[in-house]
């Protein structure tokens, strides 16, 4: 009240509204020029399309700032737009650059890594017309319900040529699909996108690093996975010239990491893989960096069935191999394990293990459905383990299962994948502890049944999302058996009141190697028969319906 008295006294009432419409204008001022200098990191308005043409100056403050986030880090969020025309939601955001003439395009932004209930996100197809200097940067909405994830897609023009990037730096999978003159180094680890003409994102010497490994939570790890760098660069004399050729596409990635291990070889790399390679109708190049050349050996089958073409080292550093289409690090990968999901992807699980059993020529279509008087046995397959999360009783348990008209293979699987896939193939119901073993539920005929013995103390988490919820998406019934901790050897090795019997809850708080190096790697299962004989019992009953 004493400031509005004495600004009533200092001023009079024609000299106090000049002194609002003054400030009214100040205020609008500083506005547009926020949006001006910020409006590369801002969505659109709701219910708002626009498309905005600009000089080259200020796409050039756009493209500064832009690399400057670029070189930041993998994890900064790259700013700009999409469209679409149903429930709007800005989420997800697309810089677009279309050549010097007209374009009209229509682009998929997939994204389905951090997505839980993803839906098509569709780029709105029109035309633009801009000059040389000029850049056209359309602003719209997205349909989408993802959480963090974002992309980048950049398409590039020239009069004689047209380089078209996108890349996703920020789902779980890192990947770029390039379009162009492309020139990949292993000495340097950089695929190289060559333009003969002097454009804004050249100038710039704009690069992205991925590793090509379909795990990102796991990248932080020294030496997990080879890093690589895709930089846009223009044709001159210090730029490697060809040495190989390829009339090709080519899809570069790692089996580095946890490939070593059977669920994330399939989980990490080979479905994935899949859905990169499978619209190429095995015309694609495969080209491995963190090479083992036992896992190739391993999974030779399933890499001839994707690709017709020698698989290329591509860290050995004699040769610059060329291509005209590359996707480096691999698509597709899901938040959910063992799975593809369906509404980003032309693909299914359903589709990946019918690739299986073509490339393994496995027979056995679906679980046998056992009717009243029917006196044919469903064949049980016991996955066997040496070190930890072995059962010590596989004759009791088989003993128990023949008795209740199983017909009993006992099998640990080795590395011969396509064998032990057509032995699990044969078969109706597959059980074993928690554990990679488990990952042959791909090669189970439709409707079969896995029943997984979750091991003591917690593990029915890590039992969920590794097994039991890819279970619905192959077309398998699910059992689950948690052990008590009497049936646990750990038993034996701790007092009875240690916390690591009296309470796990406090080992999973250190972490997840301490809840590893003890429940999984130190524990064995001895099945209480009796117990176990309801589970049995049940999966009977299911093969009857």
Avoid at 98 to 120: G, H, I, L, Y
Avoid at 241 to 254: D, E, G, K, M, Y
Wanted: glycine share 4%; net charge positive.
């Amino acid at each position: 009240m004493m400031d509005d008295n004495l600004l009533t006294r200092s001023f009079s009432k024609h000299e106090r509204r000049k002194l609002g419409y003054g400030a009214l204008a100040a205020c609008l001022l500083i506005t547009l020029s926020f949006f001006i200098v910020f409006n590369p990191y801002l969505g659109p308005l709701p219910l708002c399309k626009s498309s905005i043409v600009l000089p080259l100056q200020l796409s050039k403050l756009r493209w500064c700032l832009l690399n400057f986030m670029l070189s930041t880090g993998d994890d900064q969020k790259i700013f700009a737009a999409n469209d679409t025309s149903s429930s709007l939601q800005m989420d997800k955001e697309i810089i677009t650059i279309n050549d010097a003439t007209s374009s009209s395009q229509e682009a998929v932004a997939r994204d389905p890594e951090m997505v839980r209930n993803d839906k098509k996100l569709i780029n709105d197809t029109g035309s633009s017309r801009q000059t040389v200097n000029e850049i056209v940067i359309k602003d719209s909405l997205l349909v989408n319900d993802t959480t963090s994830s974002q992309q980048i897609a950049t398409d590039v023009a020239t009069t004689n040529e047209k380089i078209e990037l996108r890349c996703n730096i920020m789902g779980r999978s890192e990947f770029c699909e390039i379009k162009g003159d492309i020139r990949i180094d292993g000495n340097s680890s950089t695929a190289f996108i060559v333009s003969s003409e002097t454009d804004i994102l050249t100038v710039e010497n704009t690069s992205w690093s991925i590793r090509p490994y379909a795990r990102k939570e796991a990248l932080g790890e020294k030496d997990f996975s080879r890093k690589w760098s895709v930089k846009l660069v223009t044709d001159r004399p210090d730029i490697a010239r060809c040495t190989r050729n390829h009339s090709v596409p080519a899809i570069l990635f790692s089996v580095g990491g946890y490939s070593g291990n059977f669920f994330h070889a399939f989980t990490d790399i080979l479905v994935p893989l899949y859905s990169t390679a499978q619209p190429f109708n095995r015309e694609v190049q495969f080209l491995i960096t963190n090479r083992k050349p036992w896992w190739i050996a391993k999974f030779k089958t399933l890499m001839e069935a994707l690709s017709r073409y020698e698989i290329i080292d591509i860290d050995d550093r004699h040769d610059m191999h060329c291509f005209q289409s590359l996707t480096i690090g691999l698509k597709g990968r899901n938040n959910k394990e063992l799975s593809i999901d369906s509404s980003t992807s032309p693909y299914s699980m359903k589709d990946f293990r019918q690739f299986l059993r073509s490339s393994y020529s496995l027979k056995k279509i679906t679980a046998a459905k056992i009717g009243d008087g029917d006196k044919r046995k469903p064949r049980l397959l016991l996955i066997s383990r040496k070190r930890s999360r072995a059962f010590t009783n596989v004759g009791e348990i088989a003993k128990l299962a023949e008795s209740l008209s199983y017909q009993v293979i006992v099998a640990e699987p080795g590395s011969d994948v396509s064998r032990f896939a057509k032995i699990i193939n044969s078969c109706d119901v597959m059980m074993g502890v928690h554990g990679a073993g488990l990952t042959n539920i791909v090669f189970l005929p439709e409707n079969a049944i896995l029943i997984q013995v979750v091991p003591f103390g917690r593990a029915e988490w890590t039992s969920r999302v590794s097994f039991e919820d890819p279970t619905k998406d192959m077309k398998i019934r699910y059992l689950g058996y948690k052990i008590k901790v009497e049936e646990s050897t750990l038993m034996q090795q701790y007092p009875a009141d240690h916390v690591v019997l009296r309470d796990p809850s406090a080992i999973w708080k250190q972490g997840w190697s301490a809840f590893r190096s003890i429940y999984l790697d130190k524990q064995n299962v001895t099945l209480d028969v009796n117990r176990f004989r309801t589970t049995l019992v049940k999966a009977l009953e299911l093969l009857h319906h």
